[in-house]
Nanobody, 115 residues
Framework: QLQLVESGGGLVQAGGSLRLSCAAS????????MGWYRQAPGKQRELVAS???????NYADSVKGRFTISRDNAPYTVDLRMNSLKPEDTAVYYC?????????WGQGTQVTVSS
């Protein structure tokens, strides 16, 4: 059973940095990629960044150059390093694991960027 546990959310001033972590258990070869999504109040959930099993990454245009997604393998953790944060980055951030058969979600962690 794949489980995702998120941490690292909080309050930060505009221009500051924050690091989110997603601790994953039950990872197997069938896991295609992992990603970070976010959802602001009244808005759709959107993909922020993803990383494949091989380590290839992609990013939403709005965060390119500011956010970095990375993996540690033992224990398996997917981090999202966020720099130069803007108020529009305020959202609940969710860790996602996409496998051949299922999608798994973390509980979400709140990121609030004040101006």
């Amino acid at each position: 059973q794949l489980q995702l546990v998120e941490s690292g959310g909080g309050l930060v001033q505009a221009g500051g940095s924050l690091r989110l972590s997603c601790a994953a258990s039950g990872i197997r070869f069938s896991d295609n990629y992992m990603g970070w999504y976010r959802q602001a109040p009244g808005k759709q959930r959107e993909l922020v960044a993803s990383i494949t099993w091989r380590g290839s990454t992609n990013y939403a245009d709005s965060v390119k150059g500011r956010f970095t997604i990375s993996r540690d393998n033992a224990p398996y953790t997917v981090d999202l390093r966020m720099n130069s944060l803007k108020p529009e980055d305020t959202a609940v951030y969710y860790c996602n694991a996409h496998t051949l058969t299922s999608d798994y979600w973390g509980q979400g962690t709140q990121v609030t960027v004040s101006s």
